[in-house]
């Protein structure tokens, strides 16, 4: 059985930093592209950063130059490091890794920035 937990959110002021990890279990083999989604109240779920098990990255507008995308490929692993957070960047954060045409999802993990 695949798992996918996520841990690091949490309540936050605005300006500040969290890092959130997600960790694999469960599997005997290497993810292609993890990422991380995002759904707030009243809207849909999102991509915020995706990156390929080759390293490359890709970013939502909103979160350029804030927010770094990285994985441990050895550890089945990926973060999401997020700097000079704002208000809109509340919402519930989603792990989510893709092996082939088979996509898995956390549970999420609450984000929430104060004003």
């Known amino acids: 059985q695949v798992q996918l937990v996520e841990s690091g959110g949490g309540l936050v002021q605005a300006g500040g930093s969290l890092r959130l990890s997600c960790a694999a279990s469960?599997?005997?083999?290497?993810?292609?592209?993890m990422g991380w989604y995002r759904q707030a109240p009243g809207k849909q779920r999102g991509l915020v950063a995706a990156i390929t098990r080759g390293g490359t990255t890709n970013y939502a507008d909103s979160v350029k130059g804030r927010f770094t995308i990285s994985r441990d490929n050895a550890k089945n692993t990926v973060y999401l490091q997020m700097n000079s957070l704002k208000p809109e960047d509340t919402a519930v954060y989603y792990c989510n890794a893709y092996f082939g045409v088979q996509a898995y999802w956390g549970q999420g993990t609450q984000v929430t920035v104060s004003s």
């Open positions: 469960g599997i005997g083999f290497r993810f292609d592209t």
